[in-house]
């Protein structure tokens, strides 16, 4: 059986066809692409599409019908997923030395770009849906949830490990009046959150979370912990545990998989986020077995679909109003991520959790705010 038969066979599975006149279905512009996407698997896959070697109207129905169909697990064995795997098992690839990396290839990108791709909010992580019927709706959703889940009060200590451009610091500093300490390893983030917070209202750091010092009475993780990595884990938690108050609470907002992994999809690994690994809940479960109480584990994945469909069109949006300049294959490679990444949510092949822990258990029963 030829390239293009298998990968033509394969994608019948997911009702996906090559030349076919659905949104969903596949146009291909370059023959090699057969053997390089069993070749190479999703690298290859990603990389062609930014090449442009095949387009598809809808990605991201393509992808949730994919995945659905469990077509990756027919193109896994390869090369790059090896190397993975390898890596990720004999090194530690989230030390203090490597912390920077993907923010240098990733986060200090620019902001201009981000700004207008995120909104006035600038949450990269995803909203809250519910009772929204806008992103930024749903982001101010989502930073209000926070502040509920942590019972937030005013003049109360908080730690925000991983604060991005500052947009929920700001928030529990303007509308609760918590005195936020707010620390990120991106140099452009930490620039940005500096600049945009006028009234100092925010104590900002430019540091790796294994160097904090201090006691606070709140903390808070968006969309940080994909970045530590299971031989992290341990640490991670006995950080946190050691900075938090024994009365306070720890709020840890993730992305996470059903399933354990080893490493990351070859192609996000390489142009989106270096050295990322989701957490199943097993890892999670070990992470924080003698260490915390879990209080409430809560997983609205679902809505990550609709987050990274607005950022998609806002995306495409400030690229056709010059609102940022970017090359035709960057833009591609955007499209890819942000799209191949709802299907991929509305699949329910990956989650959202926010899990809030105390350090010995709230008196009388935690309250679970929704």
């Not at 996906?16 to 698997?41: A, F, T």
């Not at 959150?193 to 160097?211: F, I, M, P, Q």
């Not at 609205?300 to 949006?317: C, I, N, P, S, V």
């Not at 090359?327 to 959202?352: H, K, N, P, T």
């Given at each position: ?9 394969m ?25 390089r ?58 030390s203090?030395?490597r912390?920077t ?22 949450n ?80 900002w ?83 924080i077995?003698?260490?915390y ?7 609205f994945?679902?809505?990550?679909d ?65």
């Amino acid at each position: 059986m030829d390239a293009k038969t298998m990968v033509t066979s394969m994608l019948a599975v997911a009702d996906i066809r090559i030349g076919g006149d659905r949104p969903w279905d596949i146009q291909v512009h370059n023959p090699d692409l057969y053997q390089r996407v069993l070749r190479q698997g999703t690298l290859g896959t990603g990389e062609s599409y930014m090449e442009g070697w095949w387009d598809c109207d809808q990605l991201d129905v393509m992808f949730c019908r994919a995945i659905r169909a469990h077509l990756e697990a027919k193109i896994h064995n390869n090369l790059p997923v090896f190397a993975i795997m390898a890596a990720q098992t004999l090194f530690n690839l989230q030390s203090v030395a490597r912390a920077t990396m993907v923010a240098e290839q990733h986060y200090n990108m620019d902001n201009a770009m981000f700004a207008r791709m995120l909104g006035p909010t600038m949450n990269y992580s995803c909203g809250y849906w519910k009772d929204a019927s806008t992103l930024d709706e749903a982001q101010n959703n989502k930073m209000e949830l926070i502040c509920r889940k942590l019972d937030l009060k005013e003049g109360m200590s908080v730690l925000d490990i991983g604060c991005g451009w500052g947009g929920l610091s700001l928030y529990m500093a303007e509308h609760y009046g918590a005195k936020v300490t707010a620390v990120t390893v991106s140099t452009e983030q930490f620039a940005y959150a500096r600049e945009h917070d006028t009234e100092h209202k925010v104590n900002w750091l430019l540091e790796d979370y294994r160097s904090i010092k201090g006691r606070f009475d709140r903390i808070v993780s968006v969309g940080m912990f994909e970045h530590v990595g299971r031989k992290n884990y341990g640490v991670f938690m006995d950080t946190t545990h050691t900075l938090l108050d024994p009365s306070g609470l720890f709020l840890l907002h993730t992305i996470g998989s059903s399933t354990r992994k080893t490493g990351t999809d070859p192609w996000i690994n390489k142009y989106i986020f270096p050295n990322g690994m989701l957490p199943s809940p097993v890892c999670i479960g070990k992470a924080i077995m003698g260490r915390y109480v879990m209080e409430d584990w809560h997983n609205f994945g679902a809505d990550y679909d609709k987050t990274l469909m607005a950022w998609h069109q806002r995306f495409e949006e400030g690229y056709a109003e010059g609102a940022f300049q970017c090359s035709e294959r960057v833009r591609r490679m955007y499209r890819y991520y942000l799209l191949s990444c709802a299907g991929a949510f509305r699949a329910r092949d990956i989650q959202l959790w926010q899990i809030v822990l105390s350090p010995q258990g709230v008196e009388g029963g935690y309250c679970c705010a929704r």
